[in-house]
């Protein structure tokens, strides 16, 4: 089994800067993506950032040039650094992996998500 624990959520002034955390534990075999995603209320959940096993980085919709993705492939922990929050980034932020737990095979696994909330 795998398991991804997210740290590093909370409140946060208007213009200021929050670095999110994911660590993946237990069966991994090899990584082929890390990301994050979120999900405003009453929203669908969307991509913020992705980065893959060939450093591919994609990021969603207006957030490139104030987040900024990266992974720890030995320690199987991907990183959000987001600077520059604005109320519209108010969300519940959720880790994502692709990864083998056994050769041959491959599964997608959510992180149990953390709240952001960017607010005067």
């Known amino acids: 089994q795998v398991q991804l624990v997210e740290s590093g959520g909370g409140l946060v002034q208007p213009g200021g800067s929050l670095r999110l955390s994911c660590a993946a534990s237990?069966?991994?075999?090899?990584?082929?993506?890390m990301g994050w995603y979120r999900q405003a209320p009453g929203k669908e959940r969307k991509l913020v950032a992705q980065?893959?096993?060939?450093?591919?980085?994609n990021y969603g919709d207006g957030v490139k040039g104030r987040f900024m993705i990266s992974g720890d492939n030995a320690k199987n922990t991907v990183y959000l650094q987001m600077n520059n929050l604005q109320p519209e980034d108010t969300a519940v932020y959720y880790c994502?992996?692709?990864?083998?737990?056994?050769?041959?095979?491959?599964?997608?696994?959510w992180g149990q998500g953390t709240q952001v909330t960017v607010s005067s």
């Open positions: 994502h992996f692709l990864l083998s737990e056994r050769p041959l095979t491959q599964g997608r696994y």
């Open positions: 980065i893959t096993n060939g450093d591919i980085i």
């Open positions: 237990g069966s991994v075999y090899s990584i082929l993506a």
